[in-house]
């Protein structure tokens, strides 16, 4: 039972492009969202987030779009860089008994940004 | 300020032995978690704690204990190890909010 969906293992994308990284969730409760980001050998750090009472919060080069009638976020980086070449979180708290500050994550998806 | 530290970085077990992920942080933060990273996967909960003395399972438990004995550290304990414990272990805590802080991770290969 995969509360949070991303489809997409890898994305690829030419520098000054933009990326756009994908979630989608099942549950109905999450009113909360997180994107992390992960370089190997380290651990997962906050990106960006956004509330349910919002349909968009932006942080300098990243954006975040949330859909909630379709259950659908989304990551916009542009331009996109090299650095930014990494793993991408989606993740939610909640998600099941006990504490709601437990969050529940994606699967990730690896973003290649080309010189 | 450190943030989350966990020790060690890099461990090697064989199956059956036991050893304790240790973690701490130093930014007062009531909740704490631990999870596991598999290849491909993303990150699994295995215990959280809401305070110092409140330990609850997470999504995946089986094979390990944790305890809280004060607001700074989060043990994770392993008893006997085995392959399918083979993974990368991240410790984690938050304060007010699910803004969850992690520690650099613990690569675990049990042979």
Redesign the interface.
């Given at each position: 039972d995969q509360q949070?969906k991303?489809n997409s293992?890898s994305l690829s994308v030419q520098e000054g492009r933009i990326s756009i990284l994908n979630c989608d969730y099942t549950n109905s409760m999450f009113d909360?969202f997180?994107w992390?980001k992960k370089y190997p050998?380290?651990?997962?750090?906050?990106l960006i987030?956004i509330s349910s009472i919002k349909d968009k919060n932006e942080d300098g080069r990243f954006t975040v779009f949330l859909n909630k009638s379709a259950k659908h976020l989304s990551l916009h980086i542009v331009p996109s860089q090299p650095g930014d070449s990494a793993v991408y979180?989606c993740a939610a708290?909640g998600g099941?008994a006990?504490?709601?500050?437990?969050?529940?994550?994606?699967?990730?998806t690896l973003l290649t940004v080309n010189p | 300020n450190a943030g989350v530290t966990q020790t060690p970085k890099f461990r090697i077990l064989k199956i059956g032995q036991s050893m304790t992920l240790q973690c701490a942080q130093d930014m007062n933060h009531n909740y704490m978690y631990w999870y596991r990273q598999d290849p491909g996967m993303g990150l699994k909960l295995i215990y959280y704690s809401v305070g110092a003395g409140i330990t609850d399972k997470g999504e995946v438990p089986n094979g390990y204990n944790v305890s809280r004995s004060t607001t700074e550290d989060f043990p994770l304990r392993l008893e006997l190890a085995a392959p399918s414990q083979t993974s990368v272990y991240f410790c984690a805590s938050s304060g007010q909010g699910p803004r969850a802080f992690f520690g650099q991770g613990t690569r675990l290969t049990v042979v």
């Open positions: 949070v991303q293992p909360y997180l992390y050998a380290e651990g997962p750090t906050f987030s979180f708290p099941g006990g504490s709601n500050y437990k969050l529940t994550f994606g699967k990730g | -």
